[in-house]
Antibody, heavy 116, light 109 residues
C-alpha cells in the first residue's frame, strides 16, 4: 500500500523558516518524481515544487522560487521542503504527492501557519 | 502558471448526471494527455478519480468518466450518489510543472 506521511508543520513567525518532511513507503521511491502541493484554507490547490527521481532536476512555482528548496534522500525514501522567508500567504496545508506527470497518491497533509 | 478554469459549483439530484469542465490552454490541457481529476471531501486529501484524461484507477466506480476536446477537459459523474458530494479539481501537466483547476463544489440535491 502506498503511504506518504508528512511532518514538520506548525506555527512560525513571518520571516521565519520551517522544514517539512515526507516519508514514503509501499512503492519504489526512486521510480517517481516527488512533489509538494499546498492548499490555502478554504481555497484551491497550488503546485509548489517538484524533484526528479535522482534529484538532478528541481522545479518551483513562481510564488516560492528563491525561498523554498526541495530535496530528497533516496536511501531513506524521503522528500523534504525547506521553507525560508515565510510570509502570511504561505499559510496552507502542505501535501506531499507522488507523480507520473501529475500527482496520483497524496499524503494527508501538514498545516503550516505563518503568523505573529 | 494560470489556474485552469472550472465552474465554482454544479449540482444534480440522486441518479442524475453532472458534468464539470476544465479549461486551459494549448500549453497545458490542449498540449498533453496528462489531465487528472481529484475528489476532495472536507478535511481530507485529494483522491485520484481519473488520470490521463479518461482512465480510472482501480476501485473508482465506472460512474466517473473523463474526456477532452481541444483545451477543455471534462469530468462526468453519472448516477449521482450522496457520497459524490465533494469538491472536484482537475490538473494538467504543463511541461516541468503542473497546474490545478479552480475547483468545483458538487452538491447532490
Amino acid at each position: 500500500e502506498v503511504q506518504l506521511v508528512e511532518s514538520g508543520g506548525g506555527l512560525v513567525q513571518p520571516g521565519g523558516s520551517l522544514r517539512l518532511s515526507c516519508a514514503a513507503s509501499g512503492f519504489t521511491f526512486t521510480s517517481y518524481w516527488m512533489n509538494w502541493v499546498r492548499q490555502t484554507p478554504g481555497k484551491g490547490l497550488e503546485w509548489v515544487a517538484s524533484i526528479k527521481q535522482d534529484g538532478s532536476e528541481k522545479y518551483y512555482g513562481d510564488s516560492v522560487k528563491g525561498r523554498f528548496t526541495i530535496s530528497r534522500d533516496n536511501a531513506k525514501n524521503s522528500v523534504s521542503l525547506q521553507m525560508n522567508s515565510l510570509r502570511a500567504e504561505d499559510t496552507a496545508v502542505y501535501y506531499c504527492a507522488r507523480a507520473v506527470a501529475v500527482p496520483d497518491y497524496w499524503g494527508q497533509g501538514t498545516l503550516v501557519t505563518v503568523s505573529s | 502558471q494560470s489556474a485552469l478554469t472550472q465552474p465554482p459549483s454544479a449540482s444534480g439530484s440522486p441518479g442524475q448526471s453532472v458534468t464539470i469542465s476544465c479549461t486551459g490552454t494549448s500549453s497545458d490541457v490542449g498540449g498533453y494527455n496528462y489531465v487528472s481529476w481529484y475528489q476532495q471531501h472536507p478535511g481530507k486529501a485529494p483522491k485520484l478519480m481519473i488520470y490521463e484524461v479518461s482512465k480510472r484507477p482501480s476501485g473508482v466506480p465506472d460512474r466517473f468518466s473523463g474526456s477532452k476536446s481541444g483545451n477543455t477537459a471534462s469530468l462526468t459523474v453519472s448516477g449521482l450518489q450522496a457520497v459524490d458530494e465533494a469538491d472536484y479539481y482537475c490538473t494538467s501537466y504543463a511541461g516541468s510543472s503542473f497546474v490545478f483547476g479552480t475547483g468545483t463544489k458538487v452538491t447532490v440535491l
